[in-house]
């Protein structure tokens, strides 16, 4: 501020994690953002939460106090699917972590609160704000909480990718509009007393408020049992049905909940960026280094993840049942101009650690590069009909072509030696979209160029009624793109392989299922190197699923769901790994249970010739 001449900031930004000036952390981003904008700004990063020092250090802002937890939801970060505390964070100093409070944006907002009084609004943004703007189930405490906008006391919260909304609130914070007034800007969600709801919505001509069931109404428990009682377990389906039913930024619907005598009001989602303000943000003059005051401890990890890493894409219409990605980032893709991937490859081949290798080049879904269809761009996504599932939908257009003409712009740029794609594929969407030569190109440049060994891919698992479940295809388009890309390999003169990823215990995996995947490894001869337990986090409809046992998407008839809990979730894990000695009980007891004996040979005491070689390289395929 000295430096700067400035006297005050205008924001005081909070955040959770340490601070990174990379487009990949949403308060270098922001930040960057409205300092173009002419506003000045303070980052606080990782204050401590106990008192009012550090929310202090730049003295009182003159607009507003802004917060996030960071990346991650704080419980996501702090607690493994186990519930045990995680040591580690990669968004902390040393990779260390502690360094923020369990639900941080509710301590955060406390303390905001507390140095800069009343008087000052406090804006609450994010992923944890994002997913928790509804009443939400939180599987921490088991129950489900009211809207983090209440418990947190914060004046507005911003849902979804912020910056439209963000710079719209300080235009008119600017303006010496009351932060009381400011209850329209999509992307928004506002808390009112339910004695005004009625005054405010008559006000907004053309709003159409849509009721979701009340917090009270989606966490009634039953008083002698203390669970939830079956209504409660159905509002709460319904609940998210309607949100699921109003993605799209297009409409004009408002979300309503009560609860109690507060109402929280939610503006229909903000637009997607154009590409030219999508380009112009991952433009902005970033350091592309951690702060300088964390050289000491280590420095950041979660910035070697990026560093040499470029997003030429968001949102993602994939609709996977257990990721909110769609749910913050939206179904409508955004790309980048070629010139401005450019822009940003000359950045990267200008660092002084840069030894030619671009290590990624993508977003949620490496091969979403456009929009999913030509619908979408006039009137948004389908309400009731999602874009790959259960069957891609015909009017899905063919966005290799692009993908292609973008990775071949990063190649021909100086000192660029190789381009690879470490962001998913979603392979049912390449398999469905353009003609067999298109797909062909496709995979002999994967393979040729981008793959250095093995390939990840995420059949997720291979029983339908769990690939149901996770709104993932079929399981025999997995081996036929297998097949496809192990012969694109060999017509490049490659050995590669392809690395399946695979949840254990999600919504809708039997027991059965759980053994019937065991047994396709073990013929596979094939143990993944990482498994991953489901993790009902918060505003996922797997999440959904988890809670009620009900299947919430729109066309579903809120079926009920098997939800694997306690022993047999422990057991379906430790199936994965059967060949681990301190998993036998368990995998002996799922065998007995779902009458598999024939298999206790086999997979409890599996001869050297049918153990898997190794965990790292090979291909599951039957
Ligand atoms: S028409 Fe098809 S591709 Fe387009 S939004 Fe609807 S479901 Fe998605």
């Given at each position: 501020m000295e430096q700067r001449g400035w006297d005050a900031v205008d924001i005081v930004f909070v955040s959770g994690d340490a601070y990174v000036d990379h487009p990949s952390f949403g308060p270098a981003l922001l930040g960057r953002l409205m300092e173009s904008h002419g506003f000045r700004v303070g980052i606080v990063a990782?204050?401590?939460?106990?008192?009012t020092d550090d929310f202090l250090v730049f003295g009182l802002p003159r607009l507003c106090c802004m917060v996030s937890s960071g990346n991650i939801d704080s419980m996501v970060s702090r607690y493994t699917a186990n519930n045990k505390v995680r040591n580690d964070d990669p968004y902390s100093p040393g990779g260390i972590g502690g360094k923020r409070p369990d639900r941080a944006l509710i301590s955060y907002t406390a303390r905001a609160r507390q140095a800069f009084g009343k008087e000052t609004p406090i804006i609450i943004g994010g992923l944890e704000a994002s997913l928790r703007r509804f009443a939400q189930y939180d599987f921490w405490s088991d129950k489900v909480r009211r809207s983090i906008l209440l418990d947190a006391k914060a004046d507005l919260l911003v849902y979804g990718m912020g910056e439209l909304q963000t710079l719209e609130i300080l235009s008119r914070l600017r303006k010496g509009t009351p932060i009381g007034e400011i209850t329209d800007i999509p992307g928004t969600a506002i808390n009112i007393s339910s004695k005004d709801e009625g005054k405010l919505l008559a006000t907004r001509e053309g709003w159409e408020p849509i009721w979701l069931p009340s917090f009270e109404e989606v966490s009634d428990r039953d008083r002698k049992s203390n669970t939830p009682t079956p209504q409660s377990l159905q509002a709460y389906a319904s609940s998210v049905q309607q949100q699921l039913l109003h993605e799209n930024p297009f409409e004009r619907a408002v979300l309503a909940q009560r609860s109690a005598d507060r109402t929280i009001l939610v503006n229909p989602p903000m637009r997607p960026l154009t590409q030219e303000e999508f380009d112009a943000v991952q433009e902005l003059p970033y350091a592309r280094r951690w702060h300088p005051s964390y050289d000491q401890s280590g420095g950041i990890p979660a910035l070697a993840e990026v560093?040499?890493?470029?997003?030429?894409n968001r949102g993602c219409f994939g609709s996977c049942s257990f990721c909110a990605i769609t749910s913050h980032q939206g179904r409508m893709i955004t790309n980048r101009s070629i010139a401005s991937l450019q822009h940003e490859t000359k950045e990267i081949t200008s660092l002084a650690n840069f030894k030619g290798y671009i290590h990624d080049v993508g977003g949620p879904t490496a091969n979403f590069q456009d929009t999913a269809c030509e619908r979408q761009r006039s009137v948004?996504?389908?309400?009731?009909?999602?874009?790959?599932?259960p069957e891609p939908c015909a009017k899905l257009r063919d966005s290799h072509p692009a993908y292609i003409e973008r990775l071949e712009a990063i190649e021909r740029?100086?000192?660029?030696k190789k381009v690879f794609i470490r962001s998913g594929i979603r392979y049912d969407y390449l398999m469905a979209t353009g003609t067999a030569e298109s797909r062909a190109r496709f995979l002999d440049r994967l393979a040729s160029r981008h793959t250095s060994g093995q390939l990840r891919v995420a059949p997720e698992h291979m029983d339908p009624t769990a690939l149901h479940a996770m709104g993932k295809p079929k399981v025999e388009l997995y081996e036929q793109f297998i097949d496809d890309f192990l012969e694109a390999s060999g017509r490049a003169g490659k050995e590669q392989y392809c690395i399946p990823y695979f949840i254990a215990a999600h919504p809708g995996t039997t027991l059965e299922a759980a053994v019937a995947l065991a047994e396709y490894l073990f013929r596979s001869k094939f143990i993944p190197e990482q498994v991953q337990e489901f993790y009902p986090t918060p505003g996922t409809v797997a999440t959904c699923m988890y809670f009620t046992?009900?299947?919430?998407?729109?066309?579903?008839?809120f079926a009920a769901v098997h939800v694997p809990k306690g022993r047999e979730r422990h057991m379906q894990r430790a199936l994965l790994h059967y060949h681990k000695p301190e998993h036998a009980p368990l995998v002996r007891e799922a065998l007995l249970r779902t009458g598999r004996k024939d298999l206790l040979p086999l997979l409890l005491r599996p001869s050297a010739d049918r153990l898997p070689r190794t965990g790292k390289r090979g291909t599951a395929r039957s």
């Amino acid at each position: 501020m000295e430096q700067r001449g400035w006297d005050a900031v205008d924001i005081v930004f909070v955040s959770g994690d340490a601070y990174v000036d990379h487009p990949s952390f949403g308060p270098a981003l922001l930040g960057r953002l409205m300092e173009s904008h002419g506003f000045r700004v303070g980052i606080v990063a990782q204050p401590r939460w106990d008192r009012t020092d550090d929310f202090l250090v730049f003295g009182l802002p003159r607009l507003c106090c802004m917060v996030s937890s960071g990346n991650i939801d704080s419980m996501v970060s702090r607690y493994t699917a186990n519930n045990k505390v995680r040591n580690d964070d990669p968004y902390s100093p040393g990779g260390i972590g502690g360094k923020r409070p369990d639900r941080a944006l509710i301590s955060y907002t406390a303390r905001a609160r507390q140095a800069f009084g009343k008087e000052t609004p406090i804006i609450i943004g994010g992923l944890e704000a994002s997913l928790r703007r509804f009443a939400q189930y939180d599987f921490w405490s088991d129950k489900v909480r009211r809207s983090i906008l209440l418990d947190a006391k914060a004046d507005l919260l911003v849902y979804g990718m912020g910056e439209l909304q963000t710079l719209e609130i300080l235009s008119r914070l600017r303006k010496g509009t009351p932060i009381g007034e400011i209850t329209d800007i999509p992307g928004t969600a506002i808390n009112i007393s339910s004695k005004d709801e009625g005054k405010l919505l008559a006000t907004r001509e053309g709003w159409e408020p849509i009721w979701l069931p009340s917090f009270e109404e989606v966490s009634d428990r039953d008083r002698k049992s203390n669970t939830p009682t079956p209504q409660s377990l159905q509002a709460y389906a319904s609940s998210v049905q309607q949100q699921l039913l109003h993605e799209n930024p297009f409409e004009r619907a408002v979300l309503a909940q009560r609860s109690a005598d507060r109402t929280i009001l939610v503006n229909p989602p903000m637009r997607p960026l154009t590409q030219e303000e999508f380009d112009a943000v991952q433009e902005l003059p970033y350091a592309r280094r951690w702060h300088p005051s964390y050289d000491q401890s280590g420095g950041i990890p979660a910035l070697a993840e990026v560093q040499f890493s470029i997003t030429s894409n968001r949102g993602c219409f994939g609709s996977c049942s257990f990721c909110a990605i769609t749910s913050h980032q939206g179904r409508m893709i955004t790309n980048r101009s070629i010139a401005s991937l450019q822009h940003e490859t000359k950045e990267i081949t200008s660092l002084a650690n840069f030894k030619g290798y671009i290590h990624d080049v993508g977003g949620p879904t490496a091969n979403f590069q456009d929009t999913a269809c030509e619908r979408q761009r006039s009137v948004g996504p389908c309400q009731r009909k999602l874009c790959l599932w259960p069957e891609p939908c015909a009017k899905l257009r063919d966005s290799h072509p692009a993908y292609i003409e973008r990775l071949e712009a990063i190649e021909r740029m100086p000192k660029v030696k190789k381009v690879f794609i470490r962001s998913g594929i979603r392979y049912d969407y390449l398999m469905a979209t353009g003609t067999a030569e298109s797909r062909a190109r496709f995979l002999d440049r994967l393979a040729s160029r981008h793959t250095s060994g093995q390939l990840r891919v995420a059949p997720e698992h291979m029983d339908p009624t769990a690939l149901h479940a996770m709104g993932k295809p079929k399981v025999e388009l997995y081996e036929q793109f297998i097949d496809d890309f192990l012969e694109a390999s060999g017509r490049a003169g490659k050995e590669q392989y392809c690395i399946p990823y695979f949840i254990a215990a999600h919504p809708g995996t039997t027991l059965e299922a759980a053994v019937a995947l065991a047994e396709y490894l073990f013929r596979s001869k094939f143990i993944p190197e990482q498994v991953q337990e489901f993790y009902p986090t918060p505003g996922t409809v797997a999440t959904c699923m988890y809670f009620t046992g009900l299947d919430p998407r729109p066309g579903m008839g809120f079926a009920a769901v098997h939800v694997p809990k306690g022993r047999e979730r422990h057991m379906q894990r430790a199936l994965l790994h059967y060949h681990k000695p301190e998993h036998a009980p368990l995998v002996r007891e799922a065998l007995l249970r779902t009458g598999r004996k024939d298999l206790l040979p086999l997979l409890l005491r599996p001869s050297a010739d049918r153990l898997p070689r190794t965990g790292k390289r090979g291909t599951a395929r039957s």
